[in-house]
């Protein structure tokens, strides 16, 4: 872990200096990105092994799981080693949720991110849901909204840290005590990147009618049991009613789809994603990391080293939580449960942090 530790914090030099194409690490992984904290992983190991007992297994080797939450940690102390985090952003469906479901009253994560809100911290909800009106998603968040308008002790200000992205990164609405729904829509001026204001309708229509072909010919050829269901600024399938499609399907779906995207002309000039939402395919305009830019932009321009985006879908192919990567640190999530216990870990290093 340590040897690791310090191939990234070579990078990281690199990095600064505009080499990083020369560091160690770029050489023995060409495909490695950008890192915006350095990534203890030795102290994070040990964390996490006072937790897991890893070194203590005799017969079991260090698993997937206990990498992802080794380097979790190792993310949260990273953040923590260049002062408070500032933004929290969050996947939807499997993060904050069971798949399909909603944020109810009762769910555990409501009281964590309203003491995030407390500590004066901004909190995004960056969903695939594409909606243009409030109570859709009231409908999905309502556990949320309803408990930070009625927590006395919050501030206006501090109530007004929470914000919806829809679409990934196309519809943007504020919390709003005085709305029916507790969300208003924000002006677009308001957070709209330089380069998402150069995005054409005409564009947007033609890559969507590509995606949409692109769809129904995935329905034909593997005999979905799905609809075509055409939003603003997205396209996909979602199943019939009392049906469910096949993973390996939704899988070759997403890259038929995101192929046939990349392939064209429009491919090139506006960012997409295409996802597998579980039951479902869309492919959107924009991504994460455009939406948590945009997040970053609103609320004054917070550092991407400043700022985590919680998620559960960071697999290459069909996943939207993984573009958030280019835009700010990143922490991987498998349920709802962990992403309380991550929440719970991040107070308690700060708490820690603020005794030394």
């Given at each position: 872990?340590?040897?690791?530790?310090?191939?990234?914090?070579?990078?990281?030099?690199?990095?600064?200096?505009?080499?990083?194409?020369?560091?160690?690490?770029?050489?023995?992984?060409?495909?490695?990105?950008?890192?915006?904290?350095?990534?203890?992983?030795?102290?994070?190991?040990?964390?996490?092994?006072?937790?897991?007992?890893?070194?203590?297994?005799?017969?079991?080797?260090?698993?997937?799981?206990?990498?992802?939450?080794?380097?979790?940690?190792?993310?949260?102390?990273?953040?923590?080693?260049?002062?408070?985090?500032?933004?929290?952003?969050?996947?939807?469906?499997?993060?904050?949720?069971?798949?399909?479901?909603?944020?109810?009253?009762?769910?555990?994560?409501?009281?964590?991110?309203?003491?995030?809100?407390?500590?004066?911290?901004?909190?995004?909800?960056?969903?695939?849901?594409?909606?243009?009106?409030?109570?859709?998603?009231?409908?999905?968040?309502?556990?949320?909204?309803?408990?930070?308008?009625?927590?006395?002790?919050l501030t206006s200000d501090q109530k007004n840290s929470l914000i919806v992205m829809g679409g990934e990164s196309n519809f943007l609405f504020r919390f709003d005590s005085s709305s029916p729904h507790f969300?208003?829509?924000?002006?677009?001026?308001?957070?709209?990147?330089?380069?998402?204001?150069?995005?054409?309708?005409?564009?947007?229509?033609?890559?969507?009618?590509?995606?949409?072909?692109?769809?129904?010919?995935?329905?034909?050829?593997?005999?979905?049991?799905?609809?075509?269901?055409?939003?603003?600024?997205?396209?996909?399938?979602?199943?019939?009613?009392?049906?469910?499609?096949?993973?390996?399907?939704?899988?070759?779906?997403?890259?038929?789809?995101?192929?046939?995207?990349?392939?064209?002309?429009?491919?090139?000039?506006?960012?997409?994603?295409?996802?597998?939402?579980?039951?479902?395919?869309?492919?959107?305009?924009?991504?994460?990391?455009?939406?948590?830019?945009?997040?970053?932009?609103?609320?004054?321009?917070?550092?991407?080293?400043?700022?985590?985006?919680?998620?559960?879908?960071?697999?290459?192919?069909?996943?939207?939580?993984?573009?958030?990567?280019?835009?700010?640190?990143?922490?991987?999530?498998?349920?709802?449960?962990?992403?309380?216990?991550?929440?719970?870990?991040?107070?308690?290093?700060?708490?820690?942090?603020?005794?030394?």
């Amino acid at each position: 872990m340590h040897d690791v530790e310090s191939l990234i914090d070579d990078h990281i030099s690199h990095q600064k200096s505009g080499t990083s194409h020369r560091s160690k690490l770029k050489l023995l992984v060409p495909s490695i990105g950008n890192f915006f904290t350095p990534l203890p992983l030795a102290d994070a190991f040990r964390y996490q092994d006072k937790k897991r007992f890893i070194s203590s297994r005799r017969f079991v080797p260090p698993s997937f799981n206990d990498i992802r939450n080794i380097l979790n940690t190792a993310q949260l102390l990273g953040l923590l080693h260049g002062g408070k985090v500032e933004l929290i952003t969050f996947d939807g469906d499997v993060t904050l949720y069971d798949d399909g479901a909603s944020l109810t009253v009762e769910n555990p994560v409501i009281p964590r991110i309203i003491r995030l809100l407390r500590q004066g911290k901004r909190i995004g909800i960056v969903t695939a849901a594409g909606y243009t009106e409030a109570f859709r998603y009231y409908e999905r968040l309502h556990g949320l909204l309803d408990n930070v308008n009625s927590t006395p002790d919050l501030t206006s200000d501090q109530k007004n840290s929470l914000i919806v992205m829809g679409g990934e990164s196309n519809f943007l609405f504020r919390f709003d005590s005085s709305s029916p729904h507790f969300l208003s829509p924000v002006e677009r001026s308001e957070w709209l990147l330089d380069e998402m204001k150069l995005w054409k309708d005409e564009d947007i229509a033609e890559l969507l009618d590509i995606a949409e072909t692109a769809l129904r010919d995935c329905m034909t050829n593997l005999n979905l049991p799905a609809i075509i269901v055409r939003k603003p600024r997205a396209v996909g399938i979602s199943p019939l009613e009392g049906k469910r499609m096949q993973r390996e399907q939704l899988e070759e779906t997403v890259l038929v789809a995101q192929q046939t995207v990349e392939l064209s002309s429009v491919g090139h000039r506006l960012p997409f994603c295409a996802f597998n939402g579980g039951n479902d395919v869309f492919i959107d305009i924009g991504d994460k990391s455009w939406g948590v830019l945009a997040c970053q932009r609103y609320f004054g321009g917070i550092a991407r080293s400043k700022t985590l985006h919680i998620g559960d879908q960071f697999l290459s192919a069909g996943s939207n939580d993984f573009k958030a990567r280019l835009a700010c640190t990143t922490s991987w999530v498998s349920n709802p449960g962990e992403t309380v216990q991550l929440l719970d870990e991040l107070d308690a290093l700060e708490n820690e942090d603020i005794s030394k």
